[in-house]
């Protein structure tokens, strides 16, 4: 990539982190237990027991690392996990303040638009990268360690479904150009073990580089419906984000539309999902179904047999589409987070298939596999990025 950065640059969610003096100060606790607790519960206990501890304990001491760094924080006043920027982007502000930090140590060359293509094996021992420069000349960095910190595979829509064929042809906007999964190719062709690779955060309503909350069609009493191209709805839209993702991933196009109602509109997930989206606007059914496209007649069928509360696809909190104006808007799955990555140890070392440390490779960050299983709590990925990158970079120099 031209800038430093990856998928971090554009994250806008926060840090999540325990037993800080901020929620001293607040007295309003969140433990390291509870973190523990919330990390392993989010992954359905699929996570490796022993990095997630690390992780965990090593929050505090991340965050305060941060505050170092001349990053201001405060609580999330709705969840006490959650730790965010008194202002500014957080993506964007932590990138910033870690390359004032690099720019203090003129030994580090750093350098952008260079491709790595292969890691240098000699012996068993990882001992450099074989990279492509910016002028297209191949050259061998030599090093005394190699540390992976490659992001994942979000803009590998052909490699997500190699690994899950539920996501093939998924949906990339909500990425960065870079995480294509060239760290993990890598690792791949010296041995190195990969964990819970099926496992990827979709999310089901998305388009145009957004993410729309599924409240807008799962909630009891007001949330809307999808249907395909043929105006017909083909899913309990009450599934979890995962499964909804893949059952519009099955239809015509890889695409879905939202259909809802004035009154979801009216909150504030609905009506982000209408602007974000490009959605259209009608007073009755019949005219939505025309701007979108769709057949008027169908989708007039398929929205009063949902008001009549007849669904065959097992939902059981019903929602409605009653109230007029109504709304619509296309939508296309995405995928969000990589949960799974090559496997480390408690020092980030890689470890090959035997489970067998691989001298001289280390990773850090969304590479990183074992951390998460099934279900990533939003935040825990920007501390283990901090954690592990500290980790990593102590046992590569020595300390």
Do not use: C
């Not at 840090?15 to 929620?23: G, K, M």
């Not at 957080?90 to 990138?95: D, N, P, S, Y």
């Not at 990158?389 to 300390?399: D, E, L, Q, T």
């Amino acid at each position: 990539m031209p800038a430093v950065g990856g998928n971090t640059l554009i994250s806008a969610t926060g840090i999540t982190a325990s037993d800080t003096q901020l929620h001293k100060d607040a007295g309003t606790p969140f433990t390291v237990e509870d973190h523990f607790k919330k990390t392993m519960e989010t992954g359905k206990n699929i996570p490796d027991e022993k990095l997630v501890r690390l992780l965990v304990e090593s929050s505090n001491s991340a965050y305060e690392w941060l505050l170092t760094l001349g990053l201001k924080y405060k609580l999330d006043p709705k969840d006490p996990s959650w730790i965010l920027p008194v202002e500014g982007h957080f993506g964007a502000e932590l990138v910033k303040a870690y390359q004032a930090e690099a720019a203090k140590y003129p030994n580090i060359d750093l350098r952008v638009e260079t491709k790595a293509t292969e890691l240098v094996v000699e012996n068993g021992k990882v001992v450099g990268a074989k990279v492509t420069g910016k002028d297209g000349k191949e050259q061998i960095i030599n090093a005394k360690s190699v540390i992976l910190a490659t992001g994942g595979l979000n803009n590998a829509p052909e490699m997500i479904g190699e690994f899950n064929p539920k996501f093939v042809g998924v949906n990339t906007e909500m990425t960065t150009p870079g995480a294509t999964g060239d760290g993990i190719r890598m690792a791949q062709a010296i041995g190195a073990q990969l964990k819970d690779m099926e496992y990827f955060q979709m999310r089901p309503l998305s388009l145009n580089g957004y993410w729309f909350k599924e409240v807008i069609v799962n909630e009891e009493g007001k949330g809307g419906i999808l249907v395909n191209k043929e105006a017909k709805r083909f899913v309990n839209e009450t599934l979890g984000s995962w499964d909804l993702a893949s059952e519009i991933l099955k239809q015509q196009d890889r695409m879905a539309y939202v259909i809802i109602d004035s009154d979801v509109f009216a909150t504030k997930d609905g009506a982000k999902m209408i602007d974000k989206a490009k959605g259209v606007k009608a007073d009755t059914i019949e005219d939505l179904a025309t701007q979108l496209g769709l057949d008027p007649a169908v989708l007039k069928a398929t929205v009063d047999e949902y008001n009549a509360k007849n669904d065959a696809f097992g939902r059981k909190t019903m929602g409605k589409v009653a109230t007029a104006p109504f709304y619509g808007a296309i939508t296309k799955p995405s995928s969000h987070y990589t949960m799974g990555g090559v496997a480390i140890n408690e020092n980030a070392q890689v470890l090959d298939k035997d489970g067998k440390a691989i001298d001289g490779l280390y990773a850090a960050g969304e590479i990183v596999g074992g951390l998460y299983g099934a279900g990533r709590v939003a935040g825990n990925n920007t501390l283990d990025d901090i954690v592990f990158g500290k980790i990593a970079a102590k046992h590569a120099i020595g300390k």
